[in-house]
């Protein structure tokens, strides 16, 4: 179906820099009961976010006044491992972030990322630790991520490029998932298909 198409994101980040985050991690089983993408927001990493007792907690990046209205997270190598599923992809969308910045991902979390419109942006080493730094110097900080010309830039001049798999490309450029692209294409589809009746 469609979505806001993803062509050039200006935004804040959120550093959770760790390796080898798995979806369990990203959301813990017990919120894999429900359908409903809108309502997983409070759920991602929440066993990191909150103690017992529900309270936030401090040392966590979310949720904090730093983190409000950031639309790109930071994670580090391998993030997304583990099971394949798509819960952990749908409550990083429902966070509002438009996008992940990491060494490397799990392939499984890339094409699930790509599926609902979150572009997973794998980086190379040195990048990835400018932005954390960079994050970590300054919090409003801004990363640019162009995913026509397939680029990562910091202020300052510092960037790089990142993989693409050519049909997610033009799938998040044109706001569509797997099936809306299908779809786009039905006069074609229909012309065949009366075609060879």
């Not at 979505?3 to 017990?30: E, G, H, M």
């Not at 409070?42 to 066993?47: K, R, V, Y």
């Not at 529900?54 to 790109?72: K, Q, V, W, Y």
């Not at 990835?128 to 680029?151: F, M």
Request: charged letters at 20%.
């Amino acid at each position: 179906m469609s979505r806001a198409p993803f062509t050039r994101l200006t935004a804040r980040t959120v550093v959770v820099s760790r390796d080898d985050v798995d979806t369990d991690q990203i959301i813990p089983a017990r919120f894999l009961k429900t359908t409903d993408k809108s309502n997983l927001a409070a759920a991602l990493f929440a066993d990191w976010r909150y103690g017992p007792g529900g309270a936030p907690r401090p040392d966590f990046p979310l949720p904090t006044p730093d983190a409000a209205g950031a639309e790109i997270l930071v994670g580090g190598r391998n993030f997304g491992c583990g099971s394949s599923r798509e819960h952990a992809v749908w409550a990083i969308a429902a966070g509002g972030f438009r996008a992940v910045i990491a060494p490397s991902f799990a392939d499984i979390f890339r094409n699930n990322a790509a599926k609902v419109g979150l572009l997973a942006v794998m980086v190379e080493p040195e990048l990835h630790a400018a932005i954390v730094a960079g994050r970590a110097q300054d919090p409003a900080i801004v990363v640019t991520v162009d995913l026509e010309a397939q680029s990562v830039q910091l202020p300052g001049g510092i960037g790089g490029s990142f993989p693409m798999d050519p049909f997610a490309k033009r799938c998040l450029l044109q706001g569509l998932d797997e099936l809306g692209y299908l779809l786009s294409h039905r006069e074609q589809i229909e012309a065949y298909e009366l075609g060879h009746a």
